[in-house]
Nanobody, 126 residues
């Protein structure tokens, strides 16, 4: 069982930055692939970024590539999403998720994730 708690969201002007954090409970955090997703009002949840167990590889949605960076600290059971050059279209609730896997892979499909956090709101004003 893994519990995930996101933090770091807020209101920021376009061009600004936020660092989102996701703290995980459980002793096997280092064996979970992690991901960030977001959901804007009236839209489906969409993939943002994912990272492997070890943090050696990551993958991004085209819409955030070059602006967002996912990272993890397995000693602290925490995954991060650094968001830079924010745009109004980045406004959404951001969720982190954990997927138990048997290999060191990135996972981009929401249905393959086993655990989800409650989300943190990011609002970007123009």
């Amino acid at each position: 069982q893994v519990q995930l708690v996101e933090s770091g969201g807020g209101l920021v002007q376009a061009g600004g930055s936020l660092r989102l954090s996701c703290a995980a409970s459980g002793r096997t955090f280092s064996r979970y692939a992690m991901g960030w997703f977001r959901q804007a009002p009236g839209k489906e949840r969409e993939f943002v970024a994912a990272i492997t167990w070890s943090g050696s590889r990551s993958y991004y949605a085209d819409s955030v590539k070059g602006r967002f960076t996912i990272s993890r600290d397995n000693a602290k059971n925490t995954v991060y999403l650094q968001t830079n050059s924010l745009k109004p279209e980045d406004t959404a609730v951001y969720y982190c998720a954990a997927a138990g896997t048997s290999a060191n892979v990135v996972i981009t499909t929401p249905r393959l994730y086993d655990y989800w956090g409650q989300g943190t709101q990011v609002t970007v004003s123009s």
